[in-house]
């Protein structure tokens, strides 16, 4: 009988590769490029723990002095993390092209190098705003097969429902680092051995709690809120005395990975809704490689993540940097913030 390396028994001292190897050997859950992809991605993580962890020893705060595709100014770790991440995954064979919120087109696997059956969409570093103050950042990644014939994929190729994920995962930056992994069976969390300098299985099948009493929300767009939240927060807010009979914490790190991660950890809901701010642009967080990643990691620890109005992974995209309004975590919570939306369509309807 093979070990189940999922077991209590192995914790900590199984490492991401013999977990991944297990899962291609005995799961046949992944194949060998698949296998390389992670591996690479992990690799790169541990580049920008090391260049995060240097600080204003390493001369990486700051502003790049440049912007993004989302009109952005760039902090320079938003730069050498995103050269990080293609410089890894250029000369593998595994990847037809990766796309990044800090590119406003897909980058090509170059003509030198053989190409894969996998599209790599990542943030890479979520929160980095936070930089320099020294809160938790994180880097963001989605996995989708390139579709059959196409050797040189264009923005349309990415344009695939979060449902045709087969990988996704993050990696946050914080007292240590960690990397949160689904291949479609479950969540897995792996902690940075920085002696050793490979990620080691420290938590296995992770599950986020259906109930939850805490919140994350930025409070301070509350008067752009439309109806349904201003009300359901509201509830929330009354406590113990209000509808909800009981009362309630909050927390807001608008570090998404970190706040995705306390989530994971001991549940709770996370809110970033439609605002009059963010509605010209259908809302804050991006879909691709924001809110898809962490829907299919939320998912598959037992969570739900909806847009208000509909699950999240089954948004058909119609660009490659699009927003979303995102209701994620604890499945009951999530299930009653989205009734709040649904009740107020079908009033509007009547
Ligand atoms: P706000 C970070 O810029 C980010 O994309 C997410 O990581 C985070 O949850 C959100 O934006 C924070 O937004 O409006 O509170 O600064």
């Known amino acids: 009988m093979q070990p189940d390396f999922r077991g209590p028994d192995f914790r900590g001292h199984v490492s991401l590769t013999q977990y991944l190897i297990e899962e291609q050997r005995r799961h046949g859950a992944i194949n060998a490029d698949l296998r390389l ?5 992990a690799r790169a993580c ?7 962890g240097k600080g204003a020893l390493g001369g990486v705060l700051g502003e790049a002095g440049t912007g993004n595709v989302q009109g952005e100014a760039q902090k320079k770790l938003d730069v050498i993390s995103n050269e990080i991440l293609l410089e890894a995954n250029a000369w593998g064979g595994h990847l037809a092209a990766c796309a990044s919120e800090e590119m406003a087109d897909p980058y090509p696997i170059p003509d030198v190098y053989p190409k894969g059956n996998y599209l790599l969409l990542f943030d890479p570093l979520d929160g980095s705003s936070n930089i320099d103050v020294n809160i938790s950042v994180g880097t963001i990644f989605s996995v989708l097969r390139c ?3 196409v050797t040189h994929p264009t923005e ?3 344009l695939q429902p979060g449902t045709r994920q087969v990988a996704a995962g993050y990696c946050v930056y914080g007292p240590s680092t960690l990397l949160v992994l689904t291949t479609g069976h479950g969540v897995n969390v792996f902690t940075l051995d920085r002696e050793v300098g490979s990620f080691r299985l420290t938590r296995a099948n992770a599950t986020i709690p259906e109930d939850t009493s805490e919140f994350a929300v930025n409070m301070s ?4 809120w439309e109806a ?3 009300r359901y927060v509201a509830d929330l807010l009354a406590g113990k005395a209000g509808p909800r009979g009981r009362d309630f914490n909050m927390r807001w790190v608008a570090s998404m990975v970190a706040d995705v991660h306390r989530i994971l950890t001991r549940g709770g809901i996370f809110i970033y809704p439609l605002d009059e701010k963010v509605k010209s642009n259908g809302g804050k967080l991006r879909l691709m490689y924001e809110a898809n990643p962490m829907s299919f990691i939320v998912e598959q620890a037992g969570g739900a993540a909806t847009t208000g109005r509909s699950r999240i992974l089954d948004v058909q995209p119609t660009q490659l940097h699009q927003r979303v309004p995102v209701f994620l975590g604890s499945k009951h919570e999530v299930e009653t913030a989205a009734k709040y939306h649904t009740d107020a369509n079908q009033t509007t309807q009547v």
């Open 221 to 224: 767009n509350q008067r752009y």
């Open 228 to 230: 349904p939240m201003q």
């Open 37 to 41: 992809l992670i591996e690479v991605v």
């Open 156 to 158: 349309k190729d990415f």
């Open 46 to 52: 541990k580049r920008i723990s090391i260049a995060i």
């Open 147 to 149: 579709p059959e014939g």
